[in-house]
């Protein structure tokens, strides 16, 4: 089924389930999504304000540029997803599980996810300003360009993560774990002459 600009707000469909769906600017506003479970779905351009997503379940499911402002997303789930180039402000996340799944050009700016998993997720250029990241594994994520001016990576877990100088510099690490690469990058970018 293929849906094109149809208007879904305020919508009872929490606890369905739907497959190989897709929606393009579609209006879920207000709507009740607890529970929902999808796979292989499309989302493009779809609007999620203030939409509860709540215990949902999302496998190989696509959310391209879509809006997510004041969501419940909590115990709900992302599995070989794609959410490239979606906006989330003032989201619920936690607890939420998200696993091999693409955040490249993701705006979470402010997001609150500390102690979340995030291992080997691609966050390339994603927007993380002032992102809470505290203690949150990102062992072996690619944040290649990622934007982390004020981002809170206390006690972070940064091994293996391909992350750049800039961010390095702009994001808070104290007590993160980093690999010697990192380290090294790390006083490179702080002016430091390593012989």
Known sequence: MDAIGEDFSETDLHEQHWEQRHFTDCDF????LR???????TFTGCMFTRADLGESSHTTTAFRTCVFDRVTLTDSSFVGCSLIGSTFTDVRFRP????DT????????RAALA?????????????LI???????DLRDA??????????KLTGADLRGARIDADGLVQASLRGARVDLGTAVTFAAAHG???D
């Open 130 to 136: 002032e992102a809470d990241l505290t203690e949150v």
């Open 29 to 32: 506003t207000g709507a009740d």
């Open 142 to 151: 690619d944040l290649s360009g990622a934007r982390l001016r004020g981002a």
């Open 96 to 99: 939420i599980t998200i696993r």
């Open 192 to 194: 430091l002459v390593i």
């Open 35 to 41: 529970g929902l479970v999808t796979v292989g779905c």
């Open 102 to 109: 693409d955040l490249t050009l993701v705006s979470l700016s």
């Open 115 to 127: 102690k979340t998993t995030l291992r080997g997720l691609r966050l390339r250029e994603a927007n």
